[in-house]
Nanobody
Framework: VQLQASGGGLVQAGGSLRLSCAAS????????VGWFRQAPGKEREFVAA????????YYADSVKGRFTISRDNAKNTVYLQMNSLKPEDTAVYYC???????????????WGQGTQVTVSS
C-alpha cells in the first residue's frame, strides 16, 4: 500500500485545513488509519485514528473538539478536518495504515510522506 498525504499549507490561527490520505496499490478499506505529526525538534505524536468501518475513532486530547477524522472507503481516502487551528498545530503531518496493536502507539506497517501544516499567529 502506498499512501499519499496532501492538503497541508499555511493558514492563520483560527483557520481550517482538510488533509487527505489517499491509498494506492491496494485497497486499505480493511485497515485502521492514523494521523501523526512531528514539529521541529519534537518527537512524532499521535493525532487521530479511525478503524476500518469508521465507527471507532481516536483523538489526542490536544485536538479533541477541533479535528475530525473520517474516511471514504470507496475513494480509498481518509480525511483529517482541522478547525480552530493554533500555532502549536504547526508540524509535518503523516498518515499511516495498519497498526500493530493500539493505533495511538505509532507502530504501523505503512506510512505516507508528510504534508506541512503551518499556522501563523
Amino acid at each position: 500500500v502506498q499512501l499519499q498525504a496532501s492538503g497541508g499549507g499555511l493558514v492563520q490561527a483560527g483557520g481550517s485545513l482538510r488533509l487527505s490520505c489517499a491509498a494506492s496499490g491496494r485497497t486499505f478499506s480493511g485497515y485502521t488509519v492514523g494521523w501523526f505529526r512531528q514539529a521541529p525538534g519534537k518527537e512524532r505524536e499521535f493525532v487521530a485514528a479511525i478503524n476500518w468501518s469508521g465507527v471507532r475513532l481516536y483523538y489526542a486530547d490536544s485536538v479533541k473538539g477541533r479535528f475530525t477524522i473520517s474516511r471514504d472507503n470507496a475513494k480509498n481516502t481518509v480525511y483529517l478536518q482541522m478547525n480552530s487551528l493554533k500555532p502549536e498545530d504547526t508540524a509535518v503531518y503523516y498518515c499511516a495504515a495498519n497498526p500493530r496493536g493500539d493505533p495511538r502507539r505509532g507502530e504501523y506497517d505503512y506510512w505516507g510522506q508528510g504534508t506541512q501544516v503551518t499556522v501563523s499567529s
